[in-house]
């Protein structure tokens, strides 16, 4: 049935290159949408995740990490007080604007904590040291920056919303959800640095607690400081990915994307298909009439739906690492495509692809036998 189910595939080459080709946009663009998903919810959590703080407090009815509200700092002493906690350090995230050499400006975001713990939002640079942060205004910034603030290097300075600062490392690997700059300096360093966030506030405090400390009781009392949220370090990140999902219809149109592409995959084969049986009728009318039975002729068609849809998978993959790599050098954004997305793209295809032959069995299950012996 394989040779069979092959030599009727191939009886129309031109068909068969056109029914490839859909299956293999369909491929490429489910994926690359999906890994671009990925890659935008990573970076939307990222300092969150990479941080090893247990619990994070932020300003009541805080969101998401982007945009969290400052409030009063004396509430980093409240959480210390509490007897699970073992150690308290307070975090700025603002926003600024960077000037460029060109005259324009370019807003950045800035990231405002101790350099001095080994546990902060940067623990390896590509070039300079961590410690060189306590150099009176002194940032680090991410070597994809560049994309946005034109050339610099270590011992550059540089104009951040009417302060003049300079860089003192380079980190590589530290992307924003909005593709902003970041700009990583000592607390210090970005209280000093105009924005929103006012002097006597911070923005979050994290807290680690105590070897063997009793996680919910600390909760417990944490939740009881007035006018902050308590997260720990999962739910912050789950409730930062869950905005950017449900809130700004970024899933919404994800999905839509990834269905439409699915939609054109299955017509593509669907459309191969029939139109492939709709040709072969008597063919395969010939074979009923000599006593074959209907699941050997089902068999071929499940047979050409399987052929088409692994054939045009391998070529859609292989078109997708290509074009994420593309995607990533002109936006800097490097789509995410992990092992288990790929199998489960491959077995999406497959199973579109079956879907796609139901229209072609259930022709030949009403076809008549008989009209291999009509004129």
């Given at each position: 049935m394989v040779p069979v189910a092959w030599r009727i595939l191939l009886?129309?080459?031109?068909?068969?290159?056109?029914?490839?080709?859909?299956?293999?946009f369909s491929v490429v663009l489910v994926l690359v949408e999906v890994g671009i998903y990925l890659r935008i919810l990573t970076n939307s959590s990222l300092l969150i995740d990479t941080s090893d703080a247990d619990v994070w407090v932020t300003a009541r009815d805080c969101r998401n990490f982007d945009f969290s509200l400052p409030f009063d700092a004396t509430k980093a002493e409240a959480v210390r007080s509490c007897p699970?906690?073992?150690?308290?350090?307070?975090?700025?995230?603002?926003?600024?604007?960077?000037?460029?050499?060109?005259?324009?400006?370019?807003?950045?975001?800035?990231?405002?904590?101790?350099?001095?713990?080994?546990?902060?939002?940067?623990?390896?640079?590509?070039?300079?040291?961590?410690?060189?942060?306590?150099?009176?205004?002194?940032?680090?910034?991410?070597?994809?920056?560049r994309r946005r603030l034109g050339p610099f290097q270590v011992g550059d300075y540089m104009e951040v919303t009417g302060r003049r600062v300079k860089v003192v490392g380079v980190s590589q690997g530290i992307h924003s959800l909005t593709t902003s700059p970041m700009l990583f300096a000592s607390y210090a360093t970005a209280q000093e640095i105009p924005s929103?966030?006012?002097?006597?506030?911070?923005?979050?405090?994290l807290a680690w607690l105590k070897d063997g400390a009793d996680r919910a009781q600390a909760l417990a009392t944490l939740r009881r400081i007035p006018d902050v949220d308590v997260h720990t370090r999962g739910a912050f990140s789950l409730k930062t990915r869950l905005y950017w999902t449900f809130e700004t219809g970024m899933g919404l149109g994800f999905l839509m994307v990834t269905f439409m592409g699915l939609a054109i995959g299955m017509v593509m084969v669907g459309q191969t298909l029939y139109a492939s049986t709709m040709q072969h009728q008597r063919e395969f009318a010939t074979l009923k009439a000599i006593g074959a039975e209907n699941r050997m002729i089902y068999g071929?068609?499940?047979?050409?739906?399987?052929?088409?849809a692994?054939?045009?998978?391998?070529?859609?993959?292989?078109?997708?690492?290509?074009?994420?790599?593309?995607?990533?050098?002109?936006?800097?954004?490097w789509v995410i495509l992990p092992a288990p997305i790929q199998a489960?793209?491959?077995?999406?295809?497959?199973?579109?692809?079956?879907?796609?032959?139901?229209?072609?069995?259930?022709?030949?299950?009403?076809?008549?036998?008989?009209?291999?012996?009509?004129?």
């Open positions: 009886h129309d080459k031109v068909r068969l290159a056109i029914t490839l080709a859909g299956i293999t699970q906690v073992a150690r308290v350090e307070k975090l700025i995230m603002t926003w600024g604007l960077a000037r460029l050499p060109t005259g324009g400006s370019e807003q950045v975001q800035i990231i405002g904590f101790d350099p001095w713990k080994a546990t902060g939002p940067l623990t390896d640079l590509v070039s300079g040291d961590i410690l060189d942060l306590k150099t009176p205004r002194g940032v680090v910034l991410d070597e994809s920056s929103p966030v006012l002097p006597g506030q911070t923005v979050f405090v071929i068609l499940v047979r050409q739906a399987a052929s088409v692994l054939a045009g998978y391998a070529v859609g993959l292989a078109a997708t690492h290509g074009v994420a790599r593309l995607y990533g050098e002109a936006t800097d954004i489960a793209m491959l077995v999406l295809t497959v199973l579109m692809c079956m879907a796609a032959s139901l229209i072609s069995i259930r022709k030949v299950m009403v076809l008549d036998p008989m009209i291999v012996f009509k004129a």
